[in-house]
T-cell receptor
Framework: AQKVTQAQTEISVVEKEDVTLDCVYETRDTTYYLFWYKQPPSGELVFLIRRNSFDEQNEISGRYSWNFQKSTSSFNFTITASQVVDSAVYFC????????????FGKGTRLHILP | DSGVTQTPKHLITATGQRVTLRCSPRSGDLSVYWYQQSLDQGLQFLIQ???????AKGNILERFSAQQFPDLHSELNLSSLELGDSALYFC?????????????FGDGTRLSIL
């Protein structure tokens, strides 16, 4: 069965600090996809990144970076030089390739960036 | 703006009633997904449609049903409503039907059951 765990329920950091959001997943498939979504206070869900299980290269997009480690089943998300606008709930998600196309979300991590 | 439109934004109704939530996907997207977000359950996948046909089913109750119409808009029907059905219901769309595609979410419909 697939499962996504975001152990950090809530994190608060001061603006300009770096922060890492953890995501640990469980799957029995060898082919799967991992995602991060952002839910700002306005409520909508915004797609941030998709990574497939065969691509362990880390990715950087501006102040955002993602560290995918199959050995520890983790897909962590780091925000560098955080800004108040980064305050949101961040969801990690997993989908397994195959007939049963479902996507499973973690419970989310609420990130507060303090000015 | 994700391009996914959900109506209504807010819905208040009573237990035992039935409601219909509507979703228009992004232009060109063939697949529609429905999710329920509640405080205790988090974000739960309910059901997916691709080009008018049911593609995948998640934790959708028997009291709930959905469909996707020929113009690709989708409706989620919730009946015999209970207090626990109060939640934010999201619709998302993607170009194709595979769950590895990035999904673009609407703003959600907040359902409150009194």
């Amino acid at each position: 069965a697939q499962k996504v765990t975001q152990a950090q329920t809530e994190i608060s950091v001061v603006e300009k600090e770096d922060v890492t959001l953890d995501c640990v997943y469980e799957t029995r498939d060898t082919t799967y996809y991992l995602f991060w979504y952002k839910q700002p206070p306005s409520g909508e869900l915004v797609f941030l990144i998709r990574r497939n299980s065969f691509d362990e290269q880390n990715e950087i997009s501006g102040r955002y970076s993602w560290n995918f480690q199959k050995s520890t089943s983790s897909f962590n998300f780091t925000i560098t030089a955080s800004q108040v606008v980064d305050s949101a709930v961040y969801f990690c998600a997993l989908s397994e390739a195959g007939r049963d196309d479902k996507i499973i979300f973690g419970k989310g991590t609420r990130l507060h960036i303090l000015p | 703006d994700s391009g996914v439109t959900q109506t209504p934004k807010h819905l208040i109704t009573a237990t035992g009633q039935r409601v219909t939530l509507r979703c228009s996907p992004r232009s060109g997207d063939l697949s529609v997904y429905w999710y329920q977000q509640s405080l205790d359950q988090g974000l739960q996948f309910l059901i997916q449609y691709y080009n008018g046909e049911e593609r995948a089913k998640g934790n959708i109750l028997e009291r709930f049903s959905a469909q996707q119409f020929p113009d690709l808009h989708s409706e989620l029907n919730l009946s015999s409503l209970e207090l626990g059905d109060s939640a934010l219901y999201f619709c998302a769309s993607s170009v194709e039907g595979d769950s590895n595609q990035p999904q673009h979410f609407g703003d959600g419909t907040r359902l409150s059951i009194l």
